[in-house]
Structure formats: C-alpha cells, structure tokens
C-alpha cells in the first residue's frame, strides 16, 4: 500500500466552479501535512500547510481528518489558472523527510 | 535571492556513463534533499542531508551517491547511468524542522539511452 494516495483524476471544471479531492495517508503518526502545486514540466510549489483545525488561504481550503487519515482541498471560484496537477504531501517519519501523493490533475475550462 | 539553482537542464547520457547533477541553495537551509519524479509515482527521495558533513539514503538511494561539504552544495552522482534512471530529478531544501515547506529547483530532465 503507498503512504499517500490521491485520485489522479483529472477533474475538468468550468470557470467559476467548485471542485474538491482528498488525499488519504496510511501512517496514523504522521505529523505534518502540505499542499503542493505542480504546473507541467515545472517544480513543486508550496500552496499550504494543513493545520488541524483547517484552514484557508483566499480561494483555496484545507481539511485534515485525522481520525479517518485524509486530508481535503477546495478550490473555489476555479480560475484558468487553477489548471495544474495538486500534490498531497505528508511528514510520515520526522519533519525533514516527506512522502508525496502521485498528484490530482486539475483543468479548468473557460 | 536564487534560491536552489539546478544544473543542467537538460542531460542525456549513455548507458555507463557517470554524471554530477549540481544543486545549490543560497538561503542557509539545514536541509537538503534530492528526489526523482516518475509518471505516476510521485516523488520519490533519493538522498537527504540534514547539515555539512551529513548525508543519508532515502527511498531509492541505488545507482546515486551524494556528498555535502559545504551547506550551500548538495550535489547528486550517477555512478554508471542505466535507462531506469530516466526521471526528472528535483533537488529541495528546507530551513529547518518544522520549518515551512520545501523550496524546489526547477528540475533536471535526464534520459538514459
């Protein structure tokens, strides 16, 4: 089993809509949880760290359930450049070293 | 700032061959690692160093040897490239523990032929 699956989709929304996925992690002492964003043949990015109590950062938000071990993102209001491949990444043995989510395919459609 | 600046870009090599994939970070990170992206697999780690001096195996440390003499430097080594290690290779670096997330290099895209 990997440590982090995620749906690689790809979800294909309109401009202006929602669309939402999880990312389920198998290790229940993980202890820290991200959001990566990969545009095509690009780096990773940083989008946001997954807290607890969950959190949002302007049109994106995260939840982290731990008791069913997933974390979720919601995008809302979707724009043209929302289109990218979403990486769930979670600390699974101390916080240096991470394990990473084959990415959800996101394209938004004008 | 730069950030962590990879080279090269773009690499192809024969089967046998040896290369040195260069990574360096101009922000005083403790923490360096390499990874490999694979279609469908994610991002897997190769080697990680916590600090100067200090190197560790991650996942998928075979066929790569890397080194950190300085904390700026963390260079990763094909040792005699085989057409398995066709990837796009990705070096990081983090701060500290706890600290923030990673911050990538923009890739190297090797082909082993």
């Known amino acids: 089993r990997k440590e982090v699956e995620q749906d690689p989709g790809p979800f294909n929304v309109p401009e202006g809509a929602t669309v939402a996925f999880n990312c389920t992690y198998s290790?229940?002492?993980?202890?820290?949880f991200f959001w990566y964003r990969q545009d095509c043949r690009k780096e990773p990015k940083l989008l946001m760290s997954?807290?607890?109590s969950g959190n949002e950062d302007g049109r994106f938000t995260a939840q982290l359930n731990r008791a069913s071990q997933y974390i979720s993102l919601l995008i809302r209001d979707s724009k043209l450049s929302d289109s990218a491949t979403y990486l769930c990444?979670?600390?699974?043995?101390?916080?240096?070293?991470?394990?990473f989510g084959a990415g959800t395919t996101v394209t938004v459609r004008a | 700032n730069a950030g962590v600046t990879q080279t090269p870009k773009f690499q192809v090599l024969k089967t046998g061959q040896s290369m040195t994939l260069q990574c360096a970070q101009d922000?005083?990170?403790?923490?360096m690692s390499w990874y490999r992206q694979d279609p469908g697999m994610g991002l897997r780690l190769i080697h990680y160093?916590?600090?100067?001096?200090?190197?560790d195996q991650g996942e998928v440390p075979n066929g790569y040897n890397v080194s950190r003499s300085t904390t700026e430097d963390f260079p990763l080594r094909l040792l005699s490239a085989a057409p398995s290690q066709t990837s796009v290779y990705f070096c990081?670096?983090?701060?500290?523990?706890?600290?923030?997330?990673?911050?990538f290099g923009s890739g190297t895209r090797l082909t082993v032929v």
């Open positions: 990444v979670v600390n699974i043995y101390d916080d240096y070293k991470l394990s």
């Open positions: 290790n229940s002492a993980s202890q820290s």
């Open positions: 997954v807290y607890s």
């Open positions: 922000m005083n990170h403790e923490y």
């Open positions: 160093s916590v600090g100067a001096g200090i190197t």
């Open positions: 990081a670096s983090l701060k500290g523990q706890g600290v923030g997330g990673y911050t």
